[in-house]
Nanobody, 123 residues
Framework: QVQLVESGGGLVQAGGSLRLSCSAS????????IGWFRQAPGKEREFVAA????????YRSESVKGRFTISRDNAKNTVYLQMNRLKPEDTAVYYC????????????????WGQGTQVTVSS
């Protein structure tokens, strides 16, 4: 079983940057694809980005393409989400999770969710 912990959230002005980290405990981290999701108040959880087990394959939602980058360091059991040119609409709780259904962008295709980290972008 893998346990995931997100960190790096905070308050930032529009146009600023944050880097989120998703740190894993447990074995075989490098065997799993990892995804980032976010959930704003009153909205459904939505896919943000995912990265394959080796880091060679990455996927991002249209709303963050060109601004967010996902990467991983398997030696550190960590996946990162670099967020640049942040917008107020990026405000949400950000979660990472382990992909259990290949190439899935739906929350149901993931498990081992972390507790989330709050990102707030002021205008």
């Amino acid at each position: 079983q893998v346990q995931l912990v997100e960190s790096g959230g905070g308050l930032v002005q529009a146009g600023g940057s944050l880097r989120l980290s998703c740190s894993a405990s447990g074995r075989f981290f490098s065997n799993y694809a990892i995804g980032w999701f976010r959930q704003a108040p009153g909205k459904e959880r939505e896919f943000v980005a995912a990265i394959g087990y080796s880091g060679r394959s990455t996927y991002r939602s249209e709303s963050v393409k060109g601004r967010f980058t996902i990467s991983r360091d398997n030696a550190k059991n960590t996946v990162y989400l670099q967020m640049n040119r942040l917008k107020p609409e990026d405000t949400a709780v950000y979660y990472c999770a382990r992909q259990r259904v290949g190439a899935s962008q739906a929350p149901a295709g993931y498990d081992s969710w972390g507790q989330g980290t709050q990102v707030t972008v002021s205008s």
